[in-house]
Structures are given as structure tokens and as C-alpha cells.
């Protein structure tokens, strides 16, 4: 007597989507296609020609469909805190410090936070969509059933000789990188790089750009930077070496200059400049029938070059009043 088929195969039943689906677990596709037609000729047909590709064409979709989701809230969030920072609340204070450091106003230090934010947001949202539509791919490739261990491997041979070939590129944007996150100098700053020195014009992952004082535009790759001084942070200091004739009474001279480094200090167009009181170092340095009399000043980064022009010129007026002879030239011994 031959064996039925509940017999040989006991949980499928007759009229069941288990039957027609031929599977203990049919999948929810098949049982779609049976609840609809139920038809077991039909049903069979979808399970051995259809049911696999639909269901990896689903998982395909809804893999991207959750990646294209993450990323966009990954992206909408590393542009809200960019933005944030760019366009974050800045003191009163801050900002009466930033017209007297970048020239009346405050846009130059505006574009310097909303580039440095720009750039950094730009680069956190590359890394954020390289590692998850990165990761869905790599989910995509094995529901496909293809062997990632030779992909791993030849994409690991290919990124290290593009990494090899380009080696002063990656140097250059991880520099750039590293630069911008400590925030070393930006838009407005009067730096020194050694090979040039000039305002910063505009500052890239790859590149910076300024522009020195004869109006030469230089371009510094950033991994070619080893040093940078930058004389727009925090405060500056204006230092001055006033040369005088050897037979000049030091302290009257000493005196003379304190003077006007006050007055100067007090001016009203002058006094949000200088953060200190004005310093007389006395004597630096003795050369031939000269003497060098030293004069500081504590001023707005930046501001250095403003401040010593205007007191070389109250200072040669002051000397004239008083009778004071500058020396004609100075070389510190």
C-alpha cells in the first residue's frame, strides 16, 4: 500500500500553505500567494521560481530603505550641531572684542566659525554615509550569498596602494582635519608658517590661503605645515626698541615714553586695543654712541602693528618737545 503523503511528510496537510508551499516554514510571501489564490500548482511555481528572488529583492529594499533613513538622520543632526556652532550666541563682550580685532566688525569672525563649522560638518557626514551605506552594501552582498572574504581582501590591497599613492593627500586632509578640530587658526588670523607669513584668506581640508602683506595670495598644503604662529589668538604684544643717543638721560627717556604709552592707552580711539597698562622695560641693549630703551604693550590680537605705528609717532613727537635725540642707527650689542 503506498505511504501518503501525510505519512512521508507529517506536517503537511491537505488545503494548508504548508502543503502547497512544501516547507515546515513557508515563507510569507508563499502563504500570500496561497491565501490568495489557493491554488497548489500555482503556489509551487512561485516557491521554486519566484519566492527567493522576491524575497531577497525585499531585503534589498528595506535593507537601503533603513540605511538611506539612518543617514539622513545622521546628516540632519551633524548639520544641526554644525549650524549651532556656527551660529551660536556670542557675549557682548565677545562681540565689542571682535569689531576691535577684525577691523570694525564682527563678519570675519562669523566666517571663520561658519567655514570651520561647514568643513567639519562636511567631513562628518562623508565618514557617516561611507560607514553605513558601506555596511548595507556589505549586508546586501552576503544575503546575495557571494563570498566577501576575497572583496575584503582586494579592497584592502587597493586601499593601501591608493593610500601608498596618495600618501601627501591623505597627509594633507588629516592635518587639515586635526587643524580645524583644535581650531589652531582660521579666516581673519595673521599666522606664520615659516615659508610665509600673512591673513588667512580661507582654510580647506587640503589647503590653506592667505595673503601676505605685498598682496601675494600663497597656497600652503596643510601637511606641509610643521609650525604655525599665529598672532591673532587670544591677546598680542607690541614691543618696541626706541633707539637714543648714548648721552640721553635714561630715566628722563624712560619717563617720556611711559607717558605716552599712557596717553596712547587712554585715547578713546585706541583704549579697547590695549589690555594693559603700558611697560617700560628700561635698557635693552647698548650699541656704539646709542642706547636702546625697550616699551611694551599689551594689545588686541592682531593689533600689534596698529599700535606700534602710532606710538613710534607720539613718541617722535614727544622727543622733539622734549629735546630728545634719537640715534641715527642701533645695532644691539
Not at 187 to 214: F, P
Not at 239 to 245: A, H, K, M, T
Request: with cysteine; aromatic share 6%; proline share 4%.
Amino acid at each position: 500500500m503506498p505511504l501518503s503523503l501525510h505519512a512521508l511528510l507529517p506536517w503537511a496537510q491537505t488545503g494548508t500553505p504548508e502543503q502547497a508551499c512544501q516547507s515546515k516554514d513557508p515563507s510569507v510571501g508563499c502563504r500570500l500567494v496561497w491565501s490568495v489564490s489557493h491554488n497548489e500548482d500555482f503556489t509551487r511555481f512561485y516557491k521554486t521560481w519566484l519566492d527567493r528572488p522576491l524575497n531577497l529583492l525585499l531585503t534589498i529594499i528595506l535593507t537601503l530603505a533603513v540605511a538611506l533613513v539612518l543617514r539622513a538622520i545622521a546628516h540632519r543632526m551633524i548639520t544641526r550641531v554644525t549650524l549651532r556652532m556656527a551660529e551660536s550666541t556670542v557675549s557682548e563682550k565677545a562681540r565689542e572684542r571682535a569689531r576691535t580685532v577684525y577691523d570694525g566688525s564682527p563678519a570675519l569672525l562669523n566666517q571663520r566659525r561658519a567655514q570651520r563649522a561647514k568643513t567639519v560638518g562636511s567631513v562628518l557626514r562623508s565618514i557617516a554615509s561611507v560607514v553605513i551605506m558601506g555596511t548595507a552594501l556589505f549586508s546586501i552582498l552576503g544575503q546575495i550569498g557571494l563570498n566577501l572574504t576575497p572583496v575584503l581582501a582586494s579592497a584592502t590591497v587597493i586601499g593601501a596602494a591608493v593610500g601608498f599613492g596618495a600618501q601627501n593627500i591623505v597627509k594633507d586632509v588629516l592635518a587639515g582635519l586635526f587643524m580645524l578640530l583644535e581650531d589652531q587658526y582660521g579666516v581673519g588670523d595673521v599666522i606664520d608658517v615659516g615659508s610665509a607669513k600673512g591673513t588667512v584668506e580661507a582654510v580647506t581640508l587640503r589647503v590653506t590661503r592667505m595673503r601676505d602683506v605685498n598682496g601675494v595670495v600663497w597656497y600652503v598644503p596643510n601637511g606641509e605645515i610643521k609650525k604655525v604662529g599665529n598672532e591673532s589668538q587670544n591677546w598680542g604684544r607690541a614691543v618696541l626698541d626706541i633707539p637714543v643717543d648714548i648721552n640721553e638721560d635714561p630715566d628722563k627717556v624712560s619717563e617720556i615714553l611711559k607717558r605716552t604709552a599712557d596717553a596712547l592707552a587712554a585715547d578713546p580711539d585706541w583704549k579697547e586695543i590695549v589690555l594693559e597698562e603700558p611697560s617700560v622695560w628700561g635698557v635693552q641693549a647698548l650699541a656704539g654712541d646709542s642706547m636702546i630703551i625697550r616699551v611694551v604693550l599689551k594689545t588686541a590680537p592682531g593689533r600689534q602693528g596698529d599700535i606700534a605705528r602710532e606710538l613710534r609717532e607720539r613718541v617722535k613727537k614727544a622727543f622733539d618737545e622734549a629735546g630728545v635725540s634719537v640715534a641715527a642707527s642701533a645695532s644691539p650689542a
